[in-house]
């Protein structure tokens, strides 16, 4: 059965401080990795990762995938209370059309 | 301008009642999806079409049906067999073989059944 783990399930921290957010997955013919902001309703897309080792980079946001260990990361430098939000990763299998799964997201709380 | 909606936002209904909750795109997009989300469940697939006129079960479909006769719509029928229907739907769309793979939301539908 496909698998798709986030940590922590949540977090608090203060503004200013750098957070990383964890995805491992158990997929078989991963595709691509996903990542969305949701803060009160629709997920926002954020990256999309399908190759080893290239990070991606938004403003304060980056991601990098690592097909080999079956893991990404979510980082964000200089927090903001505007990056309160659930971070939701998904996963893209291979000759499965576009269907994401999803892990259960991560709650990031920035506090002033 | 482009986008989904969804309507109504808030939806209560009693207890063995069918409900549908409505999705329209204009985004000429082909595939379509409907997801739940529950507190701490992430979000679980119950139904999704490629193309007009067919559409797959998800990883939770009991309980719930739709149709696609349109290609902007795709709206989602919560039936009295589904066991614990309150919850927070979202629906979205994407183009396959674009090579972007992302999925568009909508705001959702949060639906009460007591």
């Known amino acids: 059965e496909d698998k798709v783990v986030q940590s922590p399930l949540s977090l608090v921290v203060h503004e200013g401080d750098t957070v990383t957010l964890n995805c491992s997955y158990e997929v078989t013919n991963f595709r691509s990795l996903l990542w969305y902001k949701q803060e009160k309703k629709a997920p926002t897309f954020l990256f999309m990762l399908t190759s080893s080792g290239i990070e991606k980079k938004s403003g304060r946001l980056s991601s990098i995938l690592d097909k080999k260990e079956l893991f990404s990361i979510l980082n964000i430098t200089a927090t903001q209370t505007g990056d309160s939000a659930v971070y939701l990763c998904a996963v893209i299998k291979k000759s499965s059309g576009d269907k994401l799964t999803f892990g259960t997201g991560t709650r990031l709380a920035v506090r002033p | 301008d482009g986008g989904i909606t969804q309507s109504p936002k808030y939806l209560f209904r009693k207890e063995g009642q069918n409900v549908t909750l409505s999705c329209e795109q204009n985004l000429n997009h082909d595939a379509m999806y409907w997801y739940r989300q529950d507190p701490g469940q992430g979000l679980r697939l119950i139904y999704y079409s490629q193309i007009v006129n067919d559409f797959q079960k998800g990883d939770i479909a009991e309980g719930y049906s739709v149709s696609r006769e349109k290609k902007e719509s795709f709206p989602l029928t919560v039936t009295s067999a589904q066991k614990n229907p309150t919850a927070f739907y979202l629906c979205?769309?994407?183009?396959?073989?674009?090579?972007?793979?992302?999925?568009?939301f909508g705001p959702g539908t949060r639906l009460t059944v007591t």
């Open positions: 979205a769309s994407s183009m396959p073989g674009q090579g972007v793979n992302e999925q568009y």
